[in-house]
Structures are given as structure tokens and as C-alpha cells.
């Protein structure tokens, strides 16, 4: 029986130190494919953010965006967009609570640049897409934007209370830590995306894996019973929940994991 691999990006593929692909984590994952294991890439990047690299490793599909859209096997079996009215009431309120916005969807990723950025760590993303020569609107009130989730990163408590008012009414919020909140809509999460997958290759929840890192796998760590938490998670809360916890993603976590429950 093939089993189902299941990998998060950031801080699980990627080094925590630097970010890197580790040359085990990739070698591994071709193994376990060549075995006739299916993997997937699990992530709250939309799926132009997922970068060649990744791709390059080699993988049968992508869920992305939190679960909002799916491909499987080069077919795109799943897309939810928000529609325009609601993304402009998110960057209404967002502009009134003064927080820094940055809008993702399938095609593209967004900061409202109508005033300066102030959060640091929002800033240095923008400065990351801006180093890669990355293609980022900034007419966000044109008829025709809208996005499919969003992050927001604020300085004072009152601004997320406040900012939550509006968002509430369509997106579950995710505390990514510290003053970093990312949103999914409401239904759709790294579980609903991996529901989606089994049901759709047929393949019983016994026979899938799940490896992450942060708040955001929460949902994907718990709903399977095979869950893999890297040495570097954040939280520690994590580890209490995992099946097992392998090493770093920077010390070879991702091969000792699949190697762990034989998967390559």
C-alpha cells in the first residue's frame, strides 16, 4: 500500500537558520517518492509563492493557501477565491486600524502601500519579494483585485481587536506569534486540504504523514495520526501532540523522520 507524505515549507523544508533546502531533506523526498510514495507540499503560501526550488524536488501535488487551493497530479481540483467587496472591507478596516497588510492569492501577493510599513518583520518581506524582482500591485482598490487569504502584522493590542471586528465575519485567525496573525476563511485549513487529497487518491488516514513546524500545521498534525513535528517547532507546545519528533530541518529532520517510519 503507497503512503502519503504531507510537508509544510517554511521552517520544515527550509533550514530555520537560513532558510535553504537541506540537500538530505531533498534526497529523501525523491527516495520516498521512487518507492511510490505520493508527497505534497501542506502550506499557507498560495501557489505562485511556492518557489521553483521547492518544485524542483519534485512532487505529485501542492495544497496551498491553507487548504484553499489544491492540485493534484498537474490538475487544479480546488480554488477558493474571496470576492472583491469583502477583500475591500478587509483593507478598509485595515487601513483604519493602521496595521500593515499583505494580501496573497494564486497569482499574486500585495502589501497596501497607501502609507509606509511599519512593523520590521513586514518590511523585510517586502524587501525579500522586491529582491527577487517579485511582481506586487499597489492599485489594491481596482475593481478586479482581491485576494484568497491574507497576514497582518500590528503594534498595539487594540489594532488586532480592533481589525478583528470586520475580519471575524469571514476568516478563522491563526497566531503565527508574537504580532504576526495570518487568515484563512472560514472551513478551509492544511486538514480540510489533506481531507481533500485522500479522498480523492482514496487513501485512509492510517497511510498519510504530516510534517510541520508551527501553529499554522496545527490542524494538519492533529487531524492525521501519524504526525511529525521538526526539532525547531515553535511553540513547544507541538511536541506534545506529535507521533514523533525528528531533529531540526537544518540537521537532516525531514530524512530522519521519513527514514523513521520507513518511508524511503
Not at 525523491?30 to 508527497?39: F, H, P, S, V, Y
Not at 504526525?227 to 519528533?245: E, K, Q, R, T, Y
Amino acid at each position: 500500500m503507497r503512503k502519503i507524505v504531507f510537508f509544510d515549507i517554511d521552517g520544515t523544508l527550509t533550514s530555520e537558520i537560513d532558510g535553504s533546502i537541506p540537500t538530505s531533506t531533498a534526497a529523501s523526498i525523491r527516495k520516498a517518492r521512487e518507492k511510490g510514495n505520493l508527497m505534497f507540499i501542506n502550506t499557507g503560501r498560495c501557489f505562485q509563492n511556492v518557489e521553483q526550488r521547492f518544485r524542483d524536488i519534485g512532487f505529485d501535488g501542492y495544497i496551498c493557501g491553507c487548504g484553499t487551493n489544491i492540485y493534484c497530479d498537474g490538475r487544479d481540483i480546488l480554488y477558493v477565491p474571496q470576492s472583491h467587496e469583502i477583500t475591500m472591507q478587509l483593507l478598509e478596516q485595515a487601513r483604519k486600524t493602521r496595521v500593515d497588510i499583505l494580501f496573497e492569492s494564486r497569482k499574486e501577493v500585495a502589501f497596501d502601500l497607501s502609507r509606509s510599513l511599519k512593523h520590521p518583520k513586514a518590511i523585510r518581506l517586502y524587501q525579500a519579494f522586491v529582491n527577487r524582482s517579485y511582481p506586487m500591485p499597489e492599485d489594491l482598490d481596482n475593481p478586479n483585485f482581491f485576494c484568497d487569504k491574507f497576514v497582518i502584522w500590528y503594534e498595539e493590542p487594540w489594532q488586532l481587536t480592533e481589525f478583528r471586528t470586520v475580519s471575524d465575519k469571514y476568516f478563522t485567525c491563526i497566531d503565527r506569534g508574537g504580532t504576526f496573525r495570518e487568515f484563512v476563511p472560514y472551513g478551509y485549513s492544511k486538514a480540510s486540504g489533506i481531507n481533500a487529497v485522500l479522498s480523492y487518491y482514496g487513501i485512509p488516514k492510517e497511510d498519510a504523514y504530516a510534517f510541520g513546524d508551527s501553529n499554522n500545521d496545527l490542524s494538519m498534525l492533529t487531524c492525521l495520526p501519524n504526525s511529525i513535528v521538526m526539532g525547531n517547532a515553535s511553540p513547544s507546545s507541538l511536541f506534545d501532540i506529535a507521533s514523533f519528533v525528528t531533529a531540526k530541518a537544518s540537521e537532516d529532520g525531514i530524512q530522519k523522520g521519513l527514514a523513521h517510519f520507513d518511508l524511503f
